[in-house]
């Protein structure tokens, strides 16, 4: 905060997109190394998203979910469940951001296991180095401790294991969810399981009928090279969340998919109700920028044309990071990019100062510390992802050359 507010900093005021780009209030382009912190899909401006916003702000932009339905809120519920065929995720809740799509996913379980007589699986588990979320509840399951030391003990009770092999160590009679980023951690760094990892954690949660939470707020919308990163090892969580990307990056909302069986066990009276709402809940501008985003999937043949940029960015990782002695390791799945690099000396935050220098070379991203990050929007060219590949390396060498 005081170098935010230093007299003399100079934020950036970003007052335009295009695609893949980036216009300041100088009028400077830039690429968008991180796809606007991990939400955007389709690029910035695109005219089938605009449009659907404009057409549903011309007719109701919101009305309370809280008795009430609007149509794109139904129509984006049955597209969503449609995405997954045969799943049994046949029911859909909306929230407002990526922690509150977990936060209700975990009250769901919680109160599940009460109203079915199992009040004493109250109990999470998540991994080491997680991130969930910023809000109190989804915040408890994560295990940075820049994010949660602080209010550590103040949500749910969540103990983080390291790997699936501590597994064994958990008394299972009193978990009521596993939660997991799948494939990839995100805010941890950009660190990637091993392959098989999920099935076996889904069939550790089959067996001891503990529900799986797979928080695809980052994975999800076709970032890792599938719609969905469960899909790469054909496993069906019991509650999927999705934020970011639903909306293609333009909108906040959230959805939280869960089964028929997690559903009816809520449809008593007065004291079986789920007491979960957020004004906002189900905003109808924000469903149509969805619908418009999984149209645009179809019409563009987005998941398509992802293996050949899929290769186009792990070649150009290799290119401009695999040989230099500072790389510690390049991490990829998809469009999802991790460079792990060993502090430069004298740089206090190494990471940020090679982001900050890249902004020279045209391209914006954020790191996680000394891990930096190309996440690129869906819709970038394979020329597009080359230059981003190459913007970071310069702002590396800036950085190394002092
Ligand atoms: C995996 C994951 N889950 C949850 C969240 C929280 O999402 P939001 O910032 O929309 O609350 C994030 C945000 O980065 C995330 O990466």
């Not at 049955?78 to 045969?86: A, H, K």
């Amino acid at each position: 905060m005081a170098d935010w507010c230093a007299p003399d900093h100079e934020p950036l005021v970003l007052v335009g997109g295009r695609g893949a780009h980036l216009i300041d209030s100088d009028g400077r382009e830039y690429l968008d190394g991180n796809s606007s912190i991990w939400t955007n899909i389709h690029g910035h401006r695109h005219p089938r998203i605009t449009a659907a916003i404009q057409a549903q702000a011309a007719e109701l932009a919101h009305c309370s979910a809280l008795g009430f339905t609007n149509a794109p809120a139904a129509q984006l519920g049955e597209r969503l469940c449609g995405l997954l065929p045969d799943s049994g995720l046949s029911r859909v809740f909306y929230s407002d951001n990526g922690s509150t799509s977990i936060e209700c996913a975990c009250k769901m379980a919680i109160q599940y296991r009460q109203l079915v007589g199992e009040p004493q699986r109250q109990r999470f588990l998540c991994f080491e180095r997680a991130y969930h979320g910023d809000t109190a509840g989804a915040g408890s399951l994560g295990a940075i401790p820049a994010f949660k030391g602080r209010f550590h003990g103040m949500g749910f009770d969540a103990v983080a294991i390291p790997d699936i092999d501590a597994l064994s160590t958990v008394d299972p009679t009193e978990i009521t969810a596993v939660c997991i980023e799948p494939l990839i951690q995100g805010a941890a760094g950009m660190r990637d399981w091993p392959s098989g990892m999920l099935t076996e954690l889904r069939a550790w949660c089959d067996e001891h009928d503990v529900f799986l939470i797979l928080d695809e707020v980052m994975t999800g919308f076709g970032r890792t090279g599938q719609m969905f990163a469960c899909q790469h090892e054909g496993v069906v969580p019991d509650f999927l969340c999705l934020a970011k990307g639903l909306t293609g990056g333009y909108l906040p909302l959230a959805a939280t998919l869960t089964s028929d069986r997690v559903f009816s066990a809520f449809l008593g009276g007065y004291d079986e109700t789920f007491f979960y709402g957020h004004s906002y809940c189900a905003n109808p501008i924000g469903c149509a920028a969805a619908l418009a985003s999984l149209d645009v999937f179809q019409e563009e043949a987005v998941l398509e044309g992802l293996p050949a940029k899929i290769t186009r960015l792990e070649r150009a990782l290799a290119e401009h990071f695999g040989s230099r002695e500072q790389t510690r390791e390049i991490r990829q799945v998809g469009m999802i990019a991790g460079i792990e690099i060993d502090p430069i000396e004298g740089l206090a935050f190494t990471g940020a100062e090679v982001c900050l220098a890249a902004r020279r070379h045209g391209l914006l991203t954020r790191p996680v510390r000394d891990t930096l990050v190309l996440m690129p929007p869906l819709c970038s060219t394979e020329s597009e992802i080359e230059q981003m590949a190459a913007a970071l390396a310069a702002g590396l060498d800036d950085c190394a050359s002092g």
